[in-house]
């Protein structure tokens, strides 16, 4: 119903800035949250930030400050831009949206993209 398309991960240096993006497409009908998360090697995924349609956002704490959410609803795109980067934000990334209906959250995922901060 939905589909979700990661695109802008890659290796770079500590300090450095990537900027990814979430190209969302289908039945689009009731996307109110969409959010990235983040699976490291051996941990569990974690919420990294998330947007509102009407643009409220909640960051990890260990982002805040470095990591920028956003999101173009007439491009039914969202965007994480990942300043001063560190080893620790090495995973794979990925979108997530969530569809509300009738008090029943349905979430829909994209496949991930590699996200790699070397020291």
């Known amino acids: 119903q939905v589909q979700l398309v990661e695109s802008g991960g890659g290796l770079v240096q500590a300090g450095g800035s990537l900027r990814l993006s979430c190209a969302a497409s289908?039945?689009?009908?009731?996307?109110?949250?969409m959010g990235w998360y983040r699976q490291a090697p051996g941990k569990q995924r974690e919420l990294v930030a998330a947007?509102?349609?009407?643009?409220?956002?909640n960051y990890a704490d260990s982002v805040k400050g470095r990591f920028t959410i956003s999101r173009d609803n007439a491009k039914n795109t969202m965007y994480l831009q990942m300043d001063s980067l560190k080893p620790d934000d090495t995973a794979v990334y990925y979108c997530?949206?969530?569809?509300?209906?009738?008090?029943?959250?349905?979430?829909?995922w994209g496949q991930g993209t590699q996200v790699t901060v070397s020291s």
């Open positions: 289908g039945v689009l009908f009731r996307i109110d949250t």
């Open positions: 947007i509102t349609s009407g643009g409220s956002t």
């Open positions: 997530n949206a969530e569809r509300v209906v009738l008090s029943k959250t349905f979430a829909f």
